[in-house]
């Protein structure tokens, strides 16, 4: 099994739809967790940051469920330049280990 | 507000040929990266480094030295490069392990 794992997609969604994207990882002591964007042909960007708690971030929610272990990323009201694909990233703990990278998660919002 | 800067954006080189590719930050990160992006694969991490003049090896190390001696370059090197190394090189940097990484905006490589 591979460490991190996204649906590639490609999810193609009108503006305006809701659309969710889950990321599952299989190292259980994984300590940061974190959504990045990339447009095409350009360098991943951060998007957000996700805690244990969940976190908001005008129409982006980030979840951890750490039993399940996967995070998700819910966009609400896409926009066209939501287009982009979306790297799911997970350390898998806070000592001698490295960003491990999903192989992202590609999303074409429609007009 | 240069952030991580890469150099060069494109390159075409031959089978057996060496070149350099040179990654600066000015944010005072101890941590660099480099990664290489093939389509359907995600980042896989070549080589790091946990500060000036140190450096460590990561997924796909084989075909590629790197080298830290300045605090904010990290250089990649392709002794003798092959068409499999043809990828999208990316450098990044942070100021832990567990910190969000930035990264530049990419390298080019072709290797015909």
């Known amino acids: 099994r591979k460490e991190v794992e996204q649906d590639p997609g490609p999810f193609n969604v009108p503006e305006g739809a809701t659309v969710a994207f889950n990321c599952t990882y299989s190292?259980?002591?994984?300590?940061?967790f974190f959504w990045y964007r990339q447009d095409c042909r350009k360098e991943p960007k951060l998007l957000m940051s996700v805690y244990s708690s969940g976190n908001e971030d005008g129409r982006f929610t980030a979840q951890l469920n750490r039993a399940s272990q996967y995070i998700s990323l819910l966009i609400r009201d896409s926009k066209l330049s939501d287009s982009a694909t979306y790297l799911c990233v997970v350390t898998p703990d806070n000592y001698g280990q490295n960003f491990v990278f999903g192989p992202g998660t590609r999303l074409s919002v429609l007009p | 507000n240069a952030g991580v800067t890469q150099t060069p954006k494109f390159r075409v080189l031959k089978t057996g040929q060496s070149m350099t590719l040179l990654c600066a930050q000015d944010m005072n990160h101890e941590y660099m990266y480099w990664y290489r992006q093939d389509p359907g694969m995600g980042l896989r991490l070549i080589h790091y480094s946990v500060g000036e003049g140190t450096t460590a090896k990561g997924e796909v190390p084989d075909g590629y030295n790197v080298s830290r001696l300045k605090k904010q370059n990290f250089l990649l090197g392709l002794e003798s490069a092959a068409p499999s190394q043809t990828s999208v090189y990316f450098c990044?940097?942070?100021?832990?392990?567990?910190?969000?990484?930035?990264f530049g905006a990419g390298t080019r490589l072709s290797v015909l």
């Open positions: 190292n259980s002591a994984s300590q940061s």
């Open positions: 990044a940097s942070s100021y832990s392990q567990v910190d969000i990484q930035y």
